[in-house]
């Protein structure tokens, strides 16, 4: 089984700052990792995924999140925020086969951008 | 590509009576979708994972006789909260997956109140 752990409920931070929302997980097996966006009333979107190879990855909004598998870390990092950042991002994690494979959750931080 | 339509998107219900919820994979077959909730400020919670052609498995806590989940084609998998009270008033979110490793993709949710 995994779990998954955001130490931040809540990130206030202001127009143009950088900003880390930081992820943990426990697995004991090899895994997937991804951080999904929320806004209000919908559903997840997909930011960015690590599956394999290079341990950086980056969205195509300016969002990276690099895998750290020592530390079991999968942090999320943008260099400067815009006001239409502010969403509930979801950190998860899976499995790389069978019935390990499903998604399972953090709790969320609320990035809010303020100006 | 990779479409989840989620219908309906908000609904009211009186006590007692019972909702369906629609989730279909628009562009793509969808051998298995899953189906969460959400309350609010939290994280999505995991309540079942249905498969084309067979009975859907249920997450340890959630009523099986008052979720009914079919997943009859390989697009359309249906959430049915049946003798609706207002402790079930939540968001639902489905998600259906893909080929491939990456392949999680969420409907837009359903907003059920329950009066």
């Known amino acids: 089984a995994q779990s998954v752990t955001q130490l931040d409920s809540q990130v206030p931070v202001f127009e143009e700052a950088p900003v880390e929302l930081r992820c943990n997980y426990s697995?004991?097996?090899?895994?997937?990792l991804f951080w999904y966006v929320q806004y209000p009333n919908q559903g997840l979107q997909l930011l960015l995924k690590?599956?394999?190879?290079?341990?950086l990855v980056e969205s195509i909004n300016g969002f990276e999140a690099e895998f750290n598998k020592s530390q079991t870390s999968f942090h999320l990092r943008k260099p400067s925020v815009h006001i239409s950042d502010t969403a509930e991002y979801f950190c998860?994690?899976?499995?790389?086969?069978?019935?390990?494979?499903?998604?399972?959750f953090g709790s969320g931080t609320q990035l809010t951008v303020l100006p | 590509g990779a479409v989840v339509s989620q219908h309906p998107s908000w609904v009211i219900c009186k006590s007692g009576t019972s909702v369906k919820i629609e989730c279909r994979s628009l562009?793509?077959?969808?051998?298995?979708m899953f189906w969460y909730r959400q309350f609010p400020k939290q994280s999505l919670m995991l309540m079942a994972t249905?498969?084309?052609?067979?009975?859907?498995?249920?997450e340890q806590g959630v009523e099986k006789d008052k979720f009914l989940i079919n997943h009859a084609s390989l697009t359309l998998s249906t959430l049915t909260v049946t003798s609706a009270h207002p402790e079930d008033s939540s968001f639902y979110i489905c998600?259906?997956?893909?080929?491939?490793?990456?392949?999680?993709?969420f409907g837009s949710g359903t907003r059920l109140t329950v009066v």
């Open positions: 998600s259906a997956r893909r080929q491939g490793v990456d392949g999680y993709t």
């Open positions: 697995s004991s097996v090899s895994v997937y």
């Open positions: 690590y599956l394999s190879g290079s341990t």
């Open positions: 998860a994690v899976s499995g790389t086969s069978g019935s390990a494979r499903q998604l399972t």
């Open positions: 562009d793509f077959q969808a051998t298995t």
């Open positions: 249905s498969n084309e052609g067979s009975k859907a498995t249920y």
